[in-house]
């Protein structure tokens, strides 16, 4: 009685089993991504009086307090020529991976309105997080060049690279925003443990203190954590930028690729859940 | 009877959805640890296996007591709920407008409106085109610069509607949406329903006023307890449904 092609024209609901469908679908919304931190930053921002100013003001209060405690109380900048410059080097770029692990983290839970009216591919919720951080680092790092030039480096040919770094860098925080993002969507308490896991992070990531004076550890573990700590090989990147501080093509190579891995592996990871995000 | 020539929108088959909810502890840290079963998740068995087809132009409504599992079916239907087992096939991507969200609460309608638009996949030139007219539509005045978490759910369903309706959909899921709605705004909706559904479009709707349903729907779905109880022209489904109630 039915006609066999009536059906001809249906196509299955899901799209997450094609990665093909699903970039594209991403990529056709390219604008919701770019507009969406937007939203966020004016909603976060909304009821303080210097409203974006504490961009800036919040890492340059970390900065003053690592260089009183590291700087001045346990002189951990001995040998460290400009030692102003290299801790706010390294204090913006952690905070920049640290915020878009977080942010990641609680895109799902915090879009749950969103995801249910509109249908879309959710990996854009943790893009549009690493997009809008990366929008205010590029601020940041005008600071950042502030300092440089205010402690006596002048510009270099090196600043040119800048973007460059930035990629690889995204690449890095963009996996752990997707892998962040479906963790704390399965067990809320991951919110919680975060904060802890980026500060025993910062302390093996060379933020404060060059790592490479600690890395004749007894213990093996720790020895190779820091060793594949991807983020001290970032820092290195945005140190030879602004401070000149040589660096290893080898190493540069090797965490590089392994970022785009953690990137390929994170989206993966992410995109298997897709379905799940947002049902309670 | 003659076959239907017109094509299929929706075919579900053997769909079946359960979801968790979350936070309904049932011990404290130690049951949950010593004894799985006592998870912080409930698993709820909503739709329970349900197979039809729609077909394109077909106005559809969806009746059942509450709990019945018919705004759970529109969300599965609509992808933004997954199946559980069982397969949704479409012909376009469905549009579903629910009440019960908020979009971005602490953001204007306007933006929210901009916002939608660019999350259903209008690069940003298009939605500044569209947002005007979809702006007007709304008709809600200078409230719509007004962060949505002072609306009335009444005003909340507009914006919602404007963004369901904002490309036109071949497929438009519509969950209890219209029923917080003022006469004049359920005017203006009705007519743009009535327009999609004339374009060859297709319509699924959940109401519990069955006059209203009536209106907008020749065929219905009775779902009880997550099954079809009964698939069939309205007035029929509606006479055996009120006779149980």
Known sequence: METPDIAAGLRPLDISTSSRAYLEAMWRRRDFAVAMPAESVRARHQNTFLGNVWHLVNPLLTVAVYLIVFGGLLGVNR??????????????????????????????????GL??????????????????????????????????????????RRWLALPLVLVVHSMLNLGGAFIAARLNDSYRDMQQIIPFVFRLLQFLSGVMYPIERY?????????????????????????????????????????????????????????AAEYRYGRQ | MSPDPRQLSIRATDVTVDYEVRGDAKG???????????????????????????????????????????????????????????????????????VGAALLSQASGYRNIRLGCLALGMTADEADDRVDEL??????????????????????????????TAITPKILLIDEALAVGDRRFRATSRQRIEEIISGAGTLLMVNHSLPELRTYCERALWLDEGLIRLDGPIDEVIEAYSAEG
């Open chain 1, 79 to 112: 040998g460290i020529p400009n030692y102003l410059l290299w801790l706010t080097t390294g204090v913006f770029a952690y905070r920049l991976t640290s915020n878009c692990v977080l942010g990641g983290a609680t895109s799902i839970s915090a879009n749950l």
């Open chain 2, 135 to 164: 702006v007007e539509f709304t008709g809600l005045g200078e409230a719509i610069h007004r962060p949505l978490n002072t609306y009335s759910s009444g005003m909340r369903a507009r914006v919602h509607f404007v963004l369901a």
């Open chain 1, 215 to 271: 890395l004749n550890t007894s213990h093996a573990w720790l020895h190779r954590l820091i060793v594949w700590n991807p983020i001290v090989r970032i820092l290195d990147l945005y140190r030879w930028v602004f401070l000149g501080t040589p660096i290893n093509p080898m190493e540069t190579l090797q965490s590089i690729l392994l970022c785009a891995a953690i990137l390929v592996i994170g989206f993966r990871f992410f995109v």
């Open chain 2, 28 to 98: 404290g840290l130690r049951a949950r640890l010593v004894d799985r079963s006592a998870s912080r998740t409930t698993l709820v068995h909503a739709v329970r296996g349900v197979t039809f087809d729609v077909r394109e132009g077909e106005a559809v409504g969806l009746i059942g007591f509450n709990g019945s599992g018919k705004s759970t079916l529109l969300s599965a239907l609509a992808g933004v709920l997954p199946v559980t087992s069982g397969e949704v096939l479409v012909a376009e991507e469905p549009r579903l407008m629910g």
């Open chain 1, 115 to 156: 995801m249910r009216a509109v249908r879309f591919p959710r990996a854009l919720l943790p893009v549009s997080v690493v997009i809008g951080e990366v929008m205010t680092f590029t601020f940041e790092l005008g600071a950042v060049a502030l300092v440089a030039l205010g402690t006596g480096e002048g510009i270099s």
